[in-house]
């Protein structure tokens, strides 16, 4: 198979602070649709443009954050076969039965890595109750919402010794790494990394403090759909970051704003198509400002500053 | 790996009837680069975008047309293994050396599919001479030109027995079929086939005569550059197909048209992003005309009868 | 005043078939607002962008078409003088009083152009009950629905004589004539005419029948809500003209649409800025079809041949 | 005539600083085309889309900054009766002859007004040996280059009694004021002039010091043009003030940046149809921030404090 065991990150769970006014902005600002609510109270939602039953799960808590993200894989066999991986990798895991506490998710292995974050895998999980059409299908059944959010795309994480977790995502995940950025003394300050065509699926950036969150991004469709979310989110009076803007970094178009929680939140578009056996991209860290911020051509503080 | 085995349609060599003028629609209206000539006096031309040496080679002829694309795979193992899958599967192989018809190419293993088309596989090819920047990258070096094409995208073939070719792509190559097309006595018209998230690498449609070529899809940025695209074709006064339009199936924004020898050529933007396990589309035969041209909504004629 | 007079095309009544099926098209999908009815049964709708009480009426009738469409100028003075100009010009003028069949509007001066379509002057006109914001103002007050119409824009007339309207726009209504489009013979068979920077705020075709309607067009922010219509057209199986595609008149981006009464309608956006002083464009009417439809290269037969 | 007296701001002459690296800006990378040179080394341009002989003059000084604007007239009527109503407001005016000091022009009046601004109003010009087509015209007859622009869309203002300054456009150019900004004590903070559907021709901010420029504007197609344009920006290492963001006022997308000299340019897309009989929009100056940069919510320093 081409595209093959590790597929995407399908589910995230993230802490939230007030779940009425952060749920109106996920349903109906960033555009979700909501699939259900658990018996403790979580609230299960997705992207229009998603199969799989929901990919994000809001948890009330007394600060915002991640709790964790989980990454489908192909089969049984591979979750199986991972899962050893991951022992053999040094990383302890655990179990979490099917249906458990994630409405529609099949069995989860967890664990944690280098830099203090749950990540989860996973091989089965039920269609949501509304998925895209399949049979001559719409481009969409009913018009997208507010930011038309297309699916979950992507989240970096801040934490210790990301060369490890690198490390990690390709030799347990199997995924590569497009772009790197690299201190002067050459150690890793920040990487981006996929399994697929996605120029990141996930990205990391070095930090002394575990299982941090710096933001969690969502496809839209294009520039157009980036300029239109910021008109959602000025009417919405969202406190924006930075953006519209491109990164040179994955060549993204985007914003980052945050949610009612503090979340720290990406609408992201465009991006080059990824493939393994092209060089990597390097970055020096005094030019990373102009990777991440190409338009502003520097660092804004907050990017290094805030995350949850 | 996630991303592996067969990763993408690298090289396309072409049939075209005047050296000069064709060459002018790929350089300065496509906007591709010439990499190289051959002794043999054909043209070797690849995307901004692309790092590999080239992926587009042009040959007078008397006729327009196909003459064979080369996939790339990721490793010489896989070529190996793969060859022996071809044979398994029934096609017999020959093998090109490396660099004797194709500039920079290593070794290629050559076959030809069910629909008389012949397809080739490689595992190794020189960087091209002017690759997108890798160090603090611009998303460019210098602005893309023309219809600003950033990459060689996919192709439809038209020939004898998909249904072989299908199998064949998904047990040899190991690609995935997110979208199919069926008769209403239930037979194979159309599929579209990919090794990764594009929602095709190439695609199928049934026909009675073997080795027909469609189009050639190159890819755009987002519906503006679609846009663009048909502002640059209209000056060059180039015949345009139809389009802008979207297409249902892959749900691609696009135009098709002729350059100058008379192969189709689509420019392509958009399009969800693929993943093997998510539900085939399928479409019934009455309806492919709405699938092809959403905006429409019929089937177009020269679509079944124009093709080289 | 620098702009003044004659200032727009503020009132269209349209005859519709069927008021349910076709009020929820130009609510729902082309997105304006319902206004109030009539005791007559007429609905008088706006769109989200216009501050006057409405600026398209709908009335059931037998076939669909124009009834008439209305002109607001500056004030009462001007209406005076140019409905002594009218007159002068050797048409016969009628006065419809304030409010009696227009809610919201004040008098109207009506009469009939050689095209045999009715044309009204008004200086007054309530503001609509619900208008743009004015004390620091959002973009919108609530997102644009359907295809997101931001005004009524301009229409097109076919009829006989239309030297002659052209004419009286120029002598009566003060407006310019930034197109046209002329037969080998030197005659007249299209002119574009606008009281502004628009290029256009109305539009004739020479045509042996009087009081014909081609289409009514409404302004879009820009290609990519063009596109963003064709999507919403899709879905909602509305029969497409032609589209989405660039004018060469006007240079505006567009999509010809039928509505489910048969009414033509175009949704329109860029166009360039138009000064009275610049050379006016000619078109030769065996390049019309270009001129028309840039990216096609030609005519289309439903253009000329499908008219209410 | 409906648009007639003063048509639009057609000329504006910068004080640059180094005339090699800035031409290579307003040429390469804004996009306007070089017409002629002065006998004093002054370099007249013009964008794609205008008409008239030059409407930017680039004049060797120390310091970057306005030298004066020029608006035209529909006729030499206009202009006699223009400048005695200039006279009759206060202001004196001299008399430039036609080709004097910018090749093309007809004679022009100028004079100061309170903000400290020369401005002068002309009646003729000749047209520019390169125009758009006006004959079976194609959008444009070469793609236009870097940031595309298309005119010369209008300047904000800095300077002293704006409030003269705006009775002084509506009184004698005959313009209005869509969109304005107060103190809370009911004083004018800025105020955004046109003559025409355009939303502004000319803007002023009260400030101090007399006859400071804040920026000059120039029109770009739309959204994505301003998304490109920044991508243009990025590679030619041009320091941004601010964008790509929206205007509440005008409604237009934008980018503020400076080019090589100091001068803060505008890249400027979209804003709505103004008309003269629509209500004024109304700032409060604690809302200012937001008006002008909707998506960041509140001022950037930049904006009141660096002019030229």
Redesign the interface.
């Known amino acids: 198979?081409?595209?093959?065991?590790?597929?995407?990150p399908g589910l995230i769970q993230l802490r939230v602070l007030d779940l009425d006014q952060t749920l109106n902005f996920y349903k109906n600002v960033l555009g979700l649709n909501e699939v259900c609510r658990t018996e403790d109270g979580r609230v299960c939602l997705k992207a229009y443009?998603e199969?799989d039953h929901h990919s994000v799960t809001l948890r009330l808590a007394e600060e915002p954050g991640f709790d964790y993200a989980a990454f489908?894989v192909?089969s049984e066999e591979t979750l199986e076969k991972m899962a050893e991986a991951v022992e053999a990798f040094g990383y302890q895991t655990d179990v979490v039965p099917a249906n458990s506490n994630q409405p529609g998710f099949g069995k989860r292995i967890g664990f944690t890595i280098s830099t203090g974050h749950r990540l989860e895998i996973y091989a089965d999980v039920e269609?949501a109750p509304q998925?895209p059409?399949?049979?001559?299908?719409?481009?969409?059944t009913e018009?997208p919402r507010g930011m038309r959010a297309?699916?979950l795309d992507h989240f970096l994480l801040y934490g210790p010794n990301i060369a490890e977790a690198e490390r990690f995502c390709k030799e347990v995940?199997?995924?590569?790494v497009p772009e790197v950025c690299n201190t002067p003394d050459g150690k890793r300050l920040a990487a981006w990394v996929?399994?697929?065509?996605?120029p990141h699926d996930l990205a990391f950036v070095e930090y002394d403090k575990p299982g941090k969150m710096h933001h969690v991004g969502f496809?839209l469709?294009?520039?157009?759909d980036v300029?239109h979310a910021?008109?959602?989110?000025?009417?919405n009076?969202l406190?924006?970051d930075i953006?519209?803007?491109?990164h040179?970094i994955t060549?993204g178009?985007t914003?980052y704003f945050w949610e009612p929680s503090g979340n720290r939140i990406e609408v992201y578009?465009?991006g080059?198509?990824a493939?393994?056996?092209?060089?990597?991209?390097?970055?020096?860290s005094e030019?990373l400002g102009?990777?991440l911020f190409?338009?502003?051509?520097e660092m804004i503080p907050s990017f290094l500053q805030i995350i949850t």
Do not use: C
């Open positions: 198979m081409a595209l093959n065991k590790t597929l995407r443009d199969f489908k192909d269609l998925i059409e399949t049979r001559n299908p719409n481009i969409w018009e297309q699916r995940f199997g995924m590569f996929t399994s697929s065509n996605k496809l469709q294009d520039w157009n300029g910021a008109d959602i989110m000025a009417i009076h406190k924006q953006g519209p803007t491109r040179a060549r178009q914003i578009a465009g080059y198509t493939y393994p056996d092209n060089p990597q991209r390097v970055w020096d030019q102009r990777g190409y338009y502003e051509g």
